[in-house]
């Protein structure tokens, strides 16, 4: 359990993005390479817009903070751009819009039934009732003295919980776990529970096709264990990254970790300068 104060700000997401500070998304894809980690953290060019990044921010917002809703985002109507009046009526809606997120008509019908479906889950509305959403939290690691960002979207204010919203093609048992393998869900968990100070997490998995069925999961203890050993390699091997301004690629990355399970960090290069960087996939 970390030992720091942890800080809670009701800031923007843009502010919370703009902190010089390490969150779970961070760690997982420094897992996924050092260099890549490297590369998303101080690539100039912009980045392509993922649209689902977009919905999911609609969805949570929708869900949590209704009221709030129309001040970030707008519904844009269907436009034939290929006539010359729909090329107007589109630019018009495009200065109307400045500022916020643009959803089509789909996307916003999708929201609701998603809204709807989850909220005739009991357990999920007494999550919803009485809790903060989408606070920033900002805290230190004490082992590494890394300076940690955390968002979670529900945080209820009387139970010892954290509530993660996670849109998804299927919420079934089986295809879920499917999902928490495939994105690091496992390490998402674990980080924010020890480093918030919460003892349970809660992931409400809402379908985003017909019938927009929501399930409730936790994961098991074993989980959360391989979890919690993810992120705690991740910082320690990103303040070694950092120390030695070394950022492996995926075959020396390996060679990293192992060296990391020995407790041998201190001849890594020598080792990797000296490997031939081959791997056996097995």
């Given at each position: 359990?970390?030992?720091?104060?942890?800080?809670?700000?009701?800031?923007?997401?843009?502010?919370?993005?703009?902190?010089?500070?390490?969150?779970?998304?961070?760690?997982?894809n420094f897992l996924k390479s050092p260099r890549s980690y490297f590369y998303e953290k101080n690539r100039t060019e912009p980045r392509p817009e993922k649209r689902h990044f977009s919905v999911g921010s609609a969805l949570h917002q929708y869900i949590m903070e209704r009221e709030n809703f129309d001040d970030n985002f707008i519904v844009s109507p269907k436009f034939d751009r290929?006539?010359?009046?729909?090329?107007l009526d589109y630019e018009e809606f495009v200065l109307k819009a400045e500022g916020k997120t643009i959803i089509n008509d789909e996307e916003m019908d999708m929201i609701k039934q998603m809204s709807v479906n989850a909220k005739m889950n009991k357990t999920f509305m007494e999550f919803l009732e009485g809790?903060?959403?989408?606070?920033?939290?900002y805290t230190k690691d004490d082992n590494t003295g890394l300076?940690?960002?955390?968002?979670?979207?529900?945080?209820?204010?009387?139970?010892?919980t954290i509530v993660d919203i996670k849109?998804?093609?299927?919420?079934?048992p089986n295809k879920f776990k499917k999902d928490v393998n495939s994105y690091g869900y496992a390490l998402s968990a674990a980080y924010y529970m020890d480093?918030?100070?919460r003892e349970n997490y809660v992931f409400a998995a809402i379908e985003k096709s017909p019938p927009y069925q929501a399930s409730m999961y936790v994961l098991s203890d074993e989980i959360i264990a391989l979890g919690r050993y993810q992120y705690r390699m991740a910082l320690d091997l990103l303040k070694w990254s950092r120390e030695n301004n070394y950022w492996c690629d995926y075959i020396e990355f390996e060679i990293l970790k192992e060296k990391y399970l020995l407790g041998e960090l201190s001849d890594v290069i020598d080792t990797i300068e000296k490997s031939e960087l081959i791997n056996i996939l097995k």
């Open positions: 359990m970390n030992k720091n104060k942890v800080e809670f700000i009701k800031d923007t997401f843009d502010e919370y993005l703009s902190k010089d500070s390490v969150s779970a998304s961070d760690l997982k290929r006539k010359k009046q729909g090329k809790s903060q959403y989408e606070v920033s939290c300076d940690l960002r955390l968002r979670p979207d529900i945080l209820p204010t009387n139970k010892n849109s998804c093609l299927d919420s079934s480093f918030i100070g």
